[in-house]
């Protein structure tokens, strides 16, 4: 009886195979639409929103449908599935008339008190034995697709096809748009690498950091919140502009002055301000300034403080004009010096240091706000060279065209001479000479001697002939009468005379800000060719209130 029993779990155990394979196909053409369908419904919302590519867009839809097909198969195929589940689902599907499953019910309850004689348990496990030893589980379970979810599927997978196909214009704004995000991604990245050179230049000091960094960090946050190229290139402009408001002319004129003081002492070398007028010819003012406190003058002998004073002096009057408060110290520390009043002398410079250290630290900060304008206006050219590459491009070729064709024709027309031709905005060259001509060369054909003067290319205008009649043949000439009185406004034709001066009642810029959204969505959506874009961005920037 065990080897009855052993032979029929090995018969059950191969239906559940076939039957979980079964259902994993029917649960993966489920799947299957359902993958599709969710792939399908996503993609196309990023295909109106313009953020989906033609590729991403194929490989979203396909790659949702083999996912959801192959989830759906896997559960089919693991879903718990009870020996007697599947025996009675085969006993109905076989024929069997629950020869199997009322087999596997009393092998389990044999051991029990039930009533039920060994006898009796015996013979049904051999009737259920060959009964289902020969039964074949595909015949009558067959794999089945649920047909309601192909249909599903083909009607998606047209769907899909047809927005791949017909959805060339709208792949190509999302194309554009992702360029522009990705550039302002770009800048955006630029932008944090300099604050943080900013933030590490121990040449500035903690307000000056803050001050050149906050530009930065407003322009980082309106570029997150920009949505075009146009937006993140004012955002950019008019960073740039605030930068450059902390540069300091002052400041650079002078330390021109100064390091021309340094080139001056330059010569003082072995003297006290060897140091101090290499430095400050350098223009490394904070350094020098260093150098003006740590001289001291209490170690000077007398012959040193007279060369010093003379020095002092020296320096005072090359920078009498650029900066006329440090030549003041320093005049004071060199009059000091000649009273032998060393005291004195090291306060002046103490003061002239303190000048100088000042001068140098808004020197510092206008070559920091100089640079980073410079580096925030060189994003800006980047990101506008895609559009201007593009529109240089587009140029060249159709002016290539244009020159050809009218350079070959003058050419054959004549058979000698040079056509002209030139490219309209672009590089484009027309050169269709008298080899391009049907005439013979000079060299074969050489121009006749008797040849009178020519007109130059010049003729006299000549009038266009108009018809006066219709058909070709004179008629009978008709009179309109007048209408109307004089002085009545013409239908179709209105008051051209000009407006009164002052009667306009709304505002420039609340009209500008209208225009200016109009031809920013119409570049995003590339309504506007590459050829034009940067004509169109002049246009309106010059508009600008």
Do not use: C
Not at 28 to 39: D, E, I, M, T
Not at 409 to 421: A, I, T
Not at 522 to 541: K, T
Request: no cysteine; hydrophobic share 35%.
């Amino acid at each position: 009886m065990k080897k009855q029993r052993k032979e029929l779990a090995k018969i059950v155990s191969r239906w559940m195979r076939w039957y979980r394979l079964r259902r994993g196909v029917e649960w993966g053409s489920f799947g299957l639409a359902v993958g599709l369908g969710a792939a399908l419904l996503a993609s196309t919302l990023g295909y109106f929103q313009a953020e989906v590519l033609k590729n991403e867009f194929i490989l979203l839809n396909s790659g949702g449908a083999l996912i959801g097909a192959i989830a759906a198969f896997t559960a089919g195929i693991a879903w718990p599935l009870s020996p007697m589940t599947a025996a009675r689902r085969l006993d109905f599907a076989l024929n069997l008339k629950e020869r199997v499953s009322t087999a596997l019910e009393l092998s389990a309850t044999a051991g029990e008190t039930s009533g039920i004689s060994k006898e009796f348990t015996t013979k049904q496990l051999e009737d259920a034995l060959q009964n289902s030893r020969d039964a074949q589980p595909r015949k009558g379970l067959p794999l089945k697709v649920n047909v309601k979810a192909l249909l599903a599927t083909a009607v998606f997978a047209l769907t899909a096809a047809a927005i791949g196909f017909f959805g060339t214009e709208q792949f190509h704004v999302a194309a554009h748009q992702r360029e522009v995000e990705e550039t302002i991604a770009e800048e955006i990245e630029a932008i944090e690498t300099l604050r943080e050179e900013i933030e590490d230049d121990e040449e500035l000091t903690a307000e000056q950091r803050e001050e050149l960094t906050r530009p930065l960090e407003e322009a980082l946050r309106e570029l997150e919140e920009s949505g075009s190229l146009e937006e993140a290139v004012s955002v950019l402009h008019s960073t740039e502009e605030q930068l450059q408001e902390l540069e300091n002319a002052q400041a650079e004129a002078a330390a021109q002055g100064l390091q021309e003081a340094g080139n001056a002492l330059e010569g003082s070398d072995g003297t006290p301000l060897e140091s101090f007028a290499g430095n400050l010819a350098q223009g490394d003012l904070l350094q020098a300034a260093q150098d003006l406190t740590n001289l001291d003058t209490s170690a000077l002998t007398a012959e040193q403080m007279e060369a010093l004073a003379a020095q002092l002096e020296q320096a005072a009057a090359s920078l009498q004009a650029s900066n006329p408060e440090l030549a003041e110290h320093l005049q004071d520390a060199a009059g000091a010096l000649r009273q032998g009043d060393r005291q004195q002398a090291q306060q002046a410079l103490s003061q002239a240091a303190q000048r100088l250290s000042q001068t140098g630290q808004q020197l510092a900060q206008s070559r920091a706000a100089r640079q980073a304008a410079s580096r925030v206006g060189e994003g800006q050219q980047r990101m506008l060279q895609p559009g201007s590459t593009a529109q240089a491009n587009q140029g060249q070729g159709q002016g290539q065209g244009q020159g050809q064709g009218q350079g070959q024709g003058q050419g054959q027309g004549s058979g000698s001479g040079q056509g002209q031709g030139q490219g309209s905005g672009g590089a484009g060259r027309g050169e269709g000479g008298g080899d391009a001509g049907t005439g013979p060369e000079a060299g074969s054909a050489p121009i006749g001697q008797g040849n009178a003067p020519g007109d130059a290319g010049e003729r006299g205008y000549e009038q266009i002939y108009a018809p006066q009649h219709l058909g070709g043949t004179e008629g009978e000439d008709v009179d309109l009468g007048p209408s109307g009185q004089p002085g009545d406004e013409v239908i179709g034709q209105g008051n051209v005379a000009p407006g009164q001066e002052g009667a306009s009642t709304v505002p420039y810029s609340e009209v500008y800000a209208a225009y200016a959204e109009t031809y920013r969505q119409a570049i995003a959506s590339g309504q506007i060719p590459p050829s034009f874009r940067q004509m169109v961005r002049d246009y309106f920037s010059a508009l600008e209130p």
